[in-house]
């Protein structure tokens, strides 16, 4: 893809903020990674689903895909708590159903919860000042 070697714009925010990264794998088929992909675009996502994330603090969020490898960063506010963010998602609109729905692309337990599924990233670099 062009954009992937343009880079990505990112949002910009009236103060610091803070990121998670997570990953999870894939069943690894091809056409049910396409069908995955296809679930998380602009015309087919469930927006439910969108304005949960956001209704929980989350002010960004993007999945990354290499073969069947996910990787997912989250924007959120310095004050967001992780643990409380994700206990409310999991009782919102609709994410139980989005989560069983999507389980069958993913390699992960049956009505497994979003933080269940991906699994939180530990950074072991940036550009040190």
Excluded at 4 to 27: D, S
Excluded at 69 to 80: G, N, S
Excluded at 101 to 123: C, D, G, H, I, Y
């Amino acid at each position: 893809m062009e954009e992937t070697k343009c880079g990505y714009r990112v949002k910009e925010y009236n103060g610091p903020v803070k990121r998670y990264c997570q990953t999870l794998e894939l069943k690894d088929n091809p056409e049910l990674i396409d069908e995955y992909v296809q679930w998380h675009s602009e015309a087919k996502s469930w927006p439910e689903i969108r304005d949960g994330i956001r209704a929980v603090g989350i002010l960004e969020m993007e999945i990354y895909l290499l073969g069947s490898r996910l990787f997912m960063i989250v924007e959120t506010p310095l004050d967001f708590d992780w643990d409380s963010a994700m206990a409310k998602l999991n009782t919102l609109p609709r994410q139980a159903e989005w989560e069983n729905f999507v389980a069958r692309f993913q390699k992960t337990l049956p009505n497994a919860s979003s933080a269940e599924k991906w699994t939180l990233m530990e950074r072991i670099f940036y550009l040190y000042p």
